[in-house]
C-alpha cells in the first residue's frame, strides 16, 4: 500500500510538471506577438476551459458535475486565476518590465513563507534558503546583471506588482484548505476566467485575426502553459509539499530563458550559467527533507 509521504511526493513532481509548462509561456506568447493581451488570454483560457470540458464529457455526468462547487471555491480560484493575470497586465503597462516582473515574481517566496500558517506546516532553515538562493537566481535572470532604477512615477505599476505576488501566493497556499475539491474543477475556472478576459478586451481593446503562426501559438498556450499547467499546479498546491513547490518555480525564468536560447530568440552568457547554479541548488536545499526522507524510505525496503 501506498504510504503518505509516497502520495506526496507524487504530488510534489506533478504539482512540478507546472514549472516546466510555464518554462514555454516566453516562446509561446512570442510567436502569438501582435495579439491583444485580453484577446490572448480569453483565446488561451477558452482553448483549456473546452479542452477540460472534452475530458469530463467523455468521463460521463458524473465528472462534469465536480464543476458544481461552492460559491467561496469559485471566488478564490478564479480570482487567483483572472486577478494574477489582470495585476501582471497592469503592473507591465505602468511600470518598466524589469521592475514589474521582479516584483511579480516574489510570489515563490511568498509561497513559502505563507504556508507555514498552514495546519501541519512548518518553515524550517532550509526552505527559506533554498528558496532565497531561488530568487537570487531569477533577479540575476530578470536583470541580466545590471542593476534597478525603481522611480516613483512607476508606483501605480510596482503597487500592482506587489498585489499580484500576492493573488498568486495566496491563492495557492488557500488550495490547501479546498483539497478535497477535484482539480477537474479547474475546468470552470479557466471558463469563467476566459469570460473576465472577454470583458477587458471588449471594453479596451481591439480584435485582431490571428494569423496561423499566431493561431497554432495560442492553441499551443492553452493547452500548456495557460491549460495543463493550472491543473497540474492545482493537484500539486492541494496534495503536494507546497515549499518545495514555491522553492522550484524559480525554475521558471531559467527554462524559460534556456527555451528561448534553444529557439534563437536569446542568447546564452555566464549570468545564466550562475542563475542555473543558484536555482538548481536552491531548489534541491528547499527539499532536503522530502528528498531524505524519500532516499530512507527506499533503503529501508531494498533491506528488507
Given at each position: 500500500?501506498t504510504d503518505?509521504?509516497s502520495l506526496k511526493l507524487?504530488?510534489?513532481?506533478?504539482g512540478?510538471?507546472a514549472v516546466?509548462?510555464?518554462?514555454?509561456?516566453?516562446?509561446f506568447?512570442?510567436w502569438?506577438?501582435g495579439?491583444p493581451t485580453f484577446q490572448?488570454?480569453?483565446?488561451s483560457?477558452?482553448?483549456?476551459f473546452?479542452s477540460?470540458?472534452i475530458v469530463l464529457a467523455?468521463?460521463g455526468?458524473?465528472?462534469?458535475s465536480?464543476l458544481?462547487?461552492?460559491?467561496?471555491?469559485?471566488?478564490?480560484?478564479v480570482g487567483g486565476?483572472?486577478g494574477?493575470?489582470?495585476?501582471y497586465f497592469?503592473?507591465l503597462h505602468?511600470?518598466?518590465?524589469?521592475?514589474?516582473?521582479?516584483i511579480a515574481?516574489?510570489w515563490?517566496?511568498?509561497?513559502?513563507f505563507?504556508s507555514?500558517l498552514l495546519?501541519g506546516?512548518r518553515?524550517?532553515?532550509f526552505?527559506i534558503?533554498g528558496?532565497?538562493?531561488g530568487?537570487?537566481?531569477?533577479?540575476?535572470i530578470?536583470t541580466?546583471?545590471?542593476?534597478?532604477s525603481?522611480n516613483?512615477?512607476?508606483?501605480t505599476?510596482?503597487?500592482a506588482a506587489?498585489?499580484?505576488?500576492?493573488?498568486?501566493s495566496?491563492?495557492?497556499v488557500?488550495?490547501r484548505?479546498f483539497s478535497h475539491?477535484?482539480?477537474e474543477?479547474?475546468?470552470?475556472?479557466c471558463?469563467a476566467t476566459?469570460l473576465?478576459?472577454?470583458a477587458c478586451h471588449?471594453?479596451?481593446?481591439?480584435?485582431?485575426?490571428?494569423d496561423?503562426?499566431?493561431?497554432?501559438a495560442i492553441?499551443?498556450?492553452?493547452?500548456?502553459?495557460v491549460?495543463?499547467a493550472?491543473?497540474v499546479?492545482?493537484?500539486g498546491t492541494?496534495?503536494?509539499d507546497?515549499?518545495?513547490?514555491?522553492a522550484?518555480?524559480?525554475?521558471?525564468p531559467?527554462?524559460?530563458?534556456?527555451?528561448?536560447?534553444?529557439?534563437?530568440l536569446a542568447?546564452?552568457?555566464?549570468i545564466?550559467?550562475?542563475?542555473?547554479?543558484?536555482?538548481v541548488?536552491?531548489?534541491l536545499?528547499a527539499s532536503?527533507k522530502?528528498l531524505?526522507?524519500?532516499?530512507s524510505?527506499?533503503?529501508?525496503?531494498?533491506a528488507?
Open positions: 500500500m503518505t509521504h507524487r504530488a510534489t513532481l506533478i512540478g510538471i516546466l509548462l510555464w518554462a514555454l509561456l516566453a516562446l506568447t512570442t502569438a506577438k495579439i490572448l488570454l480569453t483565446l483560457f477558452s482553448i483549456a473546452f477540460g470540458l467523455r468521463k455526468k458524473e465528472s462534469l465536480k458544481k462547487q461552492r460559491p467561496l471555491v469559485w471566488i478564490i480560484s486565476l483572472f494574477y493575470h489582470f495585476l497592469l503592473a505602468n511600470a518598466p518590465p524589469v521592475e514589474a516582473s521582479l515574481y516574489l515563490p517566496l511568498l509561497i513559502v505563507f507555514a495546519p506546516e518553515l524550517y532553515w526552505h534558503a528558496t532565497l538562493l530568487l537570487a537566481g531569477a533577479v540575476l530578470v541580466k546583471g545590471q542593476s534597478l525603481l516613483a512615477e512607476h508606483t505599476g510596482y503597487l506587489i498585489a499580484c505576488a500576492l493573488t498568486w495566496g491563492y495557492s488557500l488550495n484548505k475539491v477535484p482539480s474543477a479547474v475546468t470552470g475556472f471558463g476566459a473576465l478576459g472577454l471588449l471594453f479596451i481593446e481591439s480584435w485582431v485575426t490571428p496561423l503562426t499566431q493561431s497554432i492553441i499551443a498556450l492553452g493547452i500548456g502553459p491549460g495543463l493550472f491543473f499546479w492545482d493537484y492541494k496534495h503536494g507546497i515549499q518545495v513547490l514555491g522550484i518555480s524559480y525554475a521558471a531559467l527554462l524559460s530563458t534556456l527555451v528561448l536560447i534553444s529557439a534563437g542568447e546564452a552568457s555566464w545564466i550559467a550562475i542563475a542555473c547554479l543558484l536555482i541548488g536552491g531548489a536545499t532536503a522530502i531524505r526522507s524519500h532516499r524510505k527506499t533503503i529501508h525496503r531494498q528488507q
